[in-house]
């Protein structure tokens, strides 16, 4: 079983989190479990940073 050594943290609140268990180049959209705010998760620096709920495809 791997171990989830990388522990991110939501920028909102600092109590909810996301776990990985490796580093990769992919930054990750999650939903807070405990605030449910949007965030964005970076598996390569290893940041949160809040971020506005994705909408569907659209014109900027
Ligand atoms: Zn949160």
């Not at 807070?32 to 709920?53: G, M, V, W």
């Amino acid at each position: 079983m791997n171990e989830m050594k990388y522990h991110l943290k939501c920028p909102c609140c600092r109590k909810g989190e996301t776990l990985s268990d490796g580093r990769a180049k992919v930054t990750l959209s999650v939903r807070c479990e405990k605030c449910h705010q949007f965030y964005l998760a970076d598996l390569d620096s290893l940041i949160t940073r809040r971020a506005l709920p994705q909408r569907r495809r659209g014109r900027p």
